[in-house]
């Protein structure tokens, strides 16, 4: 029995969290007037049994009112096995997030699977190349959006939309 030659990859359906009702969103996650040093949790989705190895995590930010430049949005996934137990106090449904004091409940997820900084340019699509995410050997994942710091600037992101494709 000869071996194939090749390794094939392909793309399979995305999945897309971000404002309900926007277009190709597939599970919400509401960023708009997302405020610095704040974050938003999304709601789980289930992977299913035979989930794949690697996913691409893309973010993108739709800005309203230009944010400051430097400041970052980051996307963390937390993993459950169950969509009950959830890591660093994650609940499973969309709704915003306590990031704990010092980010105490942040740290516990691990680091960003993408970290995007934002330029000061209003009413824009800000994308950040994507990155590889491989799931934990859990099958629910769901999405964590924060407005971060850098360097300690700090600035206004009312207004700011914003979608995270896997």
Request: charged share 15%; glycine share 12%.
């Amino acid at each position: 029995m000869a071996l194939p030659d090749y390794i094939q990859i392909t793309q399979g359906t995305a999945i897309v969290w971000g404002e309900s009702g926007a277009s190709g969103v597939t599970a919400t996650c509401a960023l708009n007037n997302l405020a610095n040093a704040a974050a938003q949790q999304g709601a789980s989705v289930d992977l299913g049994a035979n989930y794949d190895d690697e996913y691409i995590a893309v973010l993108a930010i739709e800005t309203g009112t230009a944010p400051t430049a430097g400041n970052t949005y980051e996307l963390y996934f937390g993993w459950s096995h169950d969509n009950t137990n959830w890591p660093a106090k994650m609940t499973g449904s969309n709704g915003s997030y306590t990031l704990g004091t010092s980010d105490a409940n942040l740290r516990q997820i691990g680091a960003p699977a993408v970290s995007l900084v934002v330029t000061n340019d209003g009413n824009t699509l800000l994308v950040q190349a994507g990155n590889i995410v491989r799931p934990r050997h859990l099958r629910r994942i769901r999405p964590l959006g924060s407005v971060g710091r850098r360097r300690g600037l700090l600035g206004t992101v009312s207004g700011a939309d914003g979608n995270a494709t896997v």
